[in-house]
C-alpha cells in the first residue's frame, strides 16, 4: 500500500452489509445490495486516478460461522491504492442494519485508531447511508476533515412510503428504528461539505423532505459501471454458463427474454411484473419471463422479508400456470450476472424494473451497457437515466395491465428495438462511466478541500492529535496561569515542535468558563480539553464533545438521589447553577469547619449511591460518577487515541488533579502546590518543580527532556 503522501488520501465509511472485493454475495440480504457494489467499484475507481494516493474503504469486521471467513480478516486489497479496512463494530456476528446503532461510537474509536496508525489526517471522509453517516459526523468533527456524505436511501422517503402501504408508525419504528436513522441524516446535513446524489430528483424532492436541505451544497454525479464487464454479446457469444440454468425452465428458450433482477423485496414488486405477464396471453405467446431474485437455498429458513416475496411469486407462478415460460433460478453467481443481460439482448428481449421507487436504478445502466432496452418504473432515478439514454420507457408500477401492454408493444416493434439498444449503449459510456464520475467527483471534492484552506474563509484547523508523538495535558488555575511571562515562554517551547507534541488542559472549571480564562490569558485552544473535573472531554480546534465518554460514565450515576442525600451535610453550599452539570455536582466548603470525607463516602454506601468524591484546595466538593475523573479522562483519551500513557506528561497543582499525576504518566507538581498534594512527595516518579506556575510546567519539561527529541525531529525537517 502507497504511503498518503503521494496523493489525496480519502476515507470511505461504509458499514452494513457484506462487503468484499470478489464475488460479491448481492442479494443475499436487504443490507448486501447496490450499496456495496457502488462503494467497491468507487474505491477502485478513485484508486486508479493519479490524484489519489490512497483510498481506506471502512467497514464493519464480522466473525460468524454463517458468513464467510473473508469478512472477518482486517484488511483486503482492492487495488494497488485501495483497500477494504475491517473494524469492530459491537458483536461479532452478522447483524442487520437497523441494530447497529448502539455500536457505530465504539467503531468511531476504531476508526481514530486506524488513522492515527497511517499517520496523516485524511483529506476527506465519505460516508455512505446512515450508519456511515453517525460515524462521518463524530470523526470529521474529531479530525477536523471535510465530510462528504452519499444518501443511497433515505428514512424519511421510506418512512412515506411505508405509512403509505399501511404499515403503523409503530411497526416502522420498531422494525427500522427509523427516528435514529432520520436523526443521523438530518445531522449529516448540518455537517457535510458536499452532498453526492444520483439524480437531480433525489435533490429535489427527496432530500427537500429535511430540515437540514441546503441544495447548494449537493451535486449530482450518477454512479458509473464496469464497462468492461457489461458491454453487448459478440456475433460468436456461445454459451454462457447461466443459459443452461435458465433453459431448463422453459419450454420455447428461443423467444426473447423479459429479464427482472432485483433482490426479493416487496419495494421490488415482482408480484405486479408476474401479474401483467400472467394476464396478457399475447405477451406470454411473444416472450418468455426470467426472474433473478436473489438466491436461495431453503425458503422458510429466510428472513420474514424475502420469505413472503418468494412465496408470493412462486403462488403467483402457479396461480397463472406459467410453467414453461418462466424461468426463476435458486442461485446465480455474480459473474453470471453480465450473462444475463446479454442473452437478453442476444434474444431481443427487454430488462423492466418495477420497483414502486428507484433511487438510482444501477441495473438499468447495466442493462444499458449490454445494449439491452428497458422499461422501468417512473418514480425515482430512472427518469434520468431514460431521458439521457432514450432507450426505453417508463411505466406506472402500479398498473400492472399498462405494465403488460408496454412490454409487448417494445418487443413488437423491431425497428425501435434496435433504436433503443443502440441508444442506450452510447448514453452508458457517455454519461455513466467510473473514469467520469470519478473525474467530476474529485473535481467536487478539491472544491470542498481548496475551501478549507482558505484564511478568508476562517476554515477550522484540522487536529494535531493523529500525527502527535506526545501530550503535554496541565490545569489551569495556579498551574498555567499565574504569571503571563511564563506562560508565553512555554507557548513559545511548544511552537518550536510543530505538530509533534499535542496540548491538552484539564481542569475543574466548566466548559464556558474554561473559554473565557483561555482568551483572557491568550492561551490557544487546546488538542484536548478535559473540563468539569473530568466529566467532559473535547476534541480541539472544533471542540468536539466525546459523546462515548459520555455514555462511560453514567454507570450507575443517580444524580437526583445525591442531591437528596448530600442536602443534611454540615458545612457544604451548593455552588451555582452554571457550575453544575449533568455529571457534576459542586459544592463551596467552609474551609475553617472542614470536612469529613470518609463520612460523606460511608454515607452515600449506605444509601447504595456511587460518587467519586473530589476534594481540593481545601474549598471545593465535586461529586462524579464513580468512572469520571481527571486520571480518568486522560486514560480514556489515551486508549481512544491509540497514545502510550508514558507519552503524556501531566501537570497540576491541586487534589483534583493527583489521579492523572499518578500511574504510568510523567507526573508534575509545580512549585505553587496546595497541600493536599505534599503526600505524594512519597512518590519517586512524581516531579515536584522548584518554579511556580507555567514556570513550573517549563522546569518539568526539561527535566522529563519531554521536548527535546521532538524539537530535533522538526528542526531535521526544517533543515531537508
Avoid at 200 to 222: C, F, G, S, T, W
Wanted: proline letters at 6%.
Amino acid at each position: 500500500m502507497n504511503q498518503p503522501d503521494d496523493g489525496l488520501y480519502i476515507v470511505l465509511i461504509s458499514l452494513h452489509g457484506l462487503i468484499r472485493g470478489h464475488e460479491l454475495e448481492l442479494g443475499r440480504d436487504a443490507d448486501t445490495g447496490g450499496q456495496i457494489k457502488y462503494v467497491i467499484e468507487l474505491a477502485r475507481a478513485l484508486a486508479e486516478n493519479p490524484q489519489v494516493g490512497r483510498v481506506d474503504l471502512l467497514t464493519r469486521k464480522v466473525i460468524d460461522p454463517k458468513v464467510e471467513q473473508d469478512y472477518s480478516e482486517p484488511l483486503e486489497c482492492l487495488a494497488p491504492r485501495a483497500q477494504i479496512v475491517r473494524l469492530t463494530c459491537g458483536p461479532r456476528r452478522y447483524l442487520r442494519k437497523e441494530v447497529l446503532w448502539p455500536y457505530l461510537g465504539s467503531f468511531a474509536d476504531y476508526a481514530l485508531q486506524h488513522i492515527r496508525r497511517i499517520g496523516r489526517l485524511p483529506d476527506i471522509i465519505h460516508s455512505h447511508y446512515a450508519d456511515a453517516a453517525y460515524v462521518g459526523v463524530r470523526l470529521a468533527g474529531l479530525l477536523g476533515v471535510p465530510l462528504v456524505h452519499t444518501g443511497h436511501s433515505l428514512g424519511r422517503v421510506k418512512r412515506h412510503r411505508l405509512l403509505e402501504g399501511g404499515t403503523k408508525e409503530e411497526s416502522i419504528e420498531t422494525r427500522y428504528n427509523m427516528s435514529q436513522r432520520i436523526e443521523a441524516e438530518e445531522q449529516v446535513l448540518s455537517t457535510a461539505a458536499l452532498v453526492v446524489a444520483s439524480t437531480q430528483q433525489e435533490v429535489d424532492e427527496q432530500y427537500a423532505l429535511y430540515d437540514n436541505y441546503h441544495p447548494k451544497r449537493m451535486v449530482v454525479i450518477p454512479p458509473g459501471t464496469d464497462l468492461e464487464r457489461f458491454h453487448p454479446p459478440s456475433r460468436f457469444w456461445r454459451n454462457a454458463p447461466i443459459e443452461q440454468e435458465i433453459n431448463r425452465f422453459l419450454s420455447y428458450p428461443r423467444k426473447p427474454l423479459i429479464l427482472a433482477l432485483s433482490r426479493p423485496d416487496a419495494r421490488k414488486n415482482i408480484s405486479t411484473l408476474i401479474r401483467a405477464y400472467g394476464e396478457n396471453p399475447a405477451l406470454r405467446q411473444k416472450a418468455n419471463l426470467i426472474l433473478i431474485a436473489g438466491n436461495r437455498d431453503d425458503i422458510d429458513t429466510m428472513e420474514k422479508g424475502p420469505r413472503t416475496v418468494l412465496k408470493e411469486i412462486l403462488l403467483l407462478i402457479d396461480y397463472y400456470d406459467l410453467y414453461g415460460s418462466i424461468a426463476y433460478p435458486k442461485h446465480h453467481e455474480v459473474d453470471d450476472v453480465p450473462d444475463l443481460y446479454r442473452l437478453a439482448a442476444r434474444s431481443k428481449g427487454i430488462f423492466i424494473n418495477p420497483a414502486l421507487t428507484e433511487p438510482f436504478g444501477l441495473t438499468l445502466i447495466e442493462a444499458a451497457a449490454s445494449s439491452l432496452p428497458v422499461i422501468a418504473t417512473h418514480d425515482g432515478g430512472p427518469r434520468e437515466i431514460l431521458e439521457h439514454c432514450k432507450n426505453g420507457r417508463l411505466i406506472d408500477p402500479l398498473d400492472a395491465d399498462r405494465m403488460g401492454k408496454m412490454l409487448l408493444e417494445s418487443l413488437s416493434d423491431r425497428n425501435r428495438w434496435h433504436r433503443w439498444a443502440k441508444n442506450g449503449l452510447k448514453g452508458a459510456q457517455q454519461y455513466y462511466s467510473w473514469p467520469g464520475h470519478v473525474t467530476k467527483y474529485l473535481r467536487e471534492v478539491g472544491k470542498v478541500i481548496r475551501k478549507t484552506k482558505k484564511p478568508r474563509l476562517q476554515a477550522k484547523k484540522k487536529s494535531r492529535l493523529p500525527v502527535s508523538e506526545k501530550v503535554l495535558i496541565c490545569d489551569i488555575d495556579n498551574t498555567l496561569t499565574g504569571d503571563g511571562e511564563g506562560l508565553r515562554s512555554l507557548f513559545e517551547s511548544l511552537k518550536g515542535t510543530g505538530t509533534k507534541i499535542g496540548f491538552g488542559i484539564a481542569t475543574g472549571r466548566n466548559f464556558a468558563s474554561t473559554l473565557k480564562v483561555l482568551k483572557k490569558w491568550g492561551i490557544p485552544l487546546p488538542d484536548l480539553l478535559i473540563t468539569g473535573v473530568g466529566s467532559q472531554i473535547f476534541y480541539g480546534p472544533n471542540l468536539v464533545e466525546d459523546q462515548s465518554w459520555q455514555q462511560h460514565i453514567r454507570y450507575r450515576w443517580k444524580r437526583e438521589s445525591i442531591l437528596k442525600a448530600m442536602a443534611d451535610i454540615p458545612n457544604l453550599r451548593l455552588q451555582p447553577p452554571s457550575e453544575q452539570l449533568p455529571c457534576k455536582i459542586s459544592y463551596d466548603v467552609d474551609a475553617e469547619k472542614g470536612l469529613d470525607i470518609p463520612a460523606i463516602a460511608r454515607h452515600l454506601r449506605q444509601l447504595d449511591l456511587s460518587a467519586n468524591i473530589i476534594y481540593s484546595y481545601q474549598a471545593y466538593l465535586d461529586l462524579l460518577p464513580v468512572r469520571a475523573s481527571k486520571g480518568s479522562a486522560v486514560r480514556f483519551f489515551c486508549d481512544k487515541w491509540g497514545i502510550l500513557l508514558e507519552h503524556l506528561l501531566v501537570v497540576g497543582d491541586s487534589g483534583s488533579d493527583e489521579e492523572m499525576l499518578s500511574g504510568n504518566t510523567l507526573g508534575a507538581v509545580v512549585g505553587n502546590y496546595s497541600p493536599e498534594l505534599e503526600h505524594l512527595r512519597k512518590d519517586s516518579s512524581i516531579y515536584f518543580a522548584q518554579a511556580h506556575h507555567a514556570w513550573g510546567i517549563l522546569e518539568a519539561l526539561e527535566h522529563y527532556g519531554f521536548l527535546e527529541q521532538e524539537k530535533a525531529v522538526v528542526a531535521k525537517e526544517k533543515a531537508l
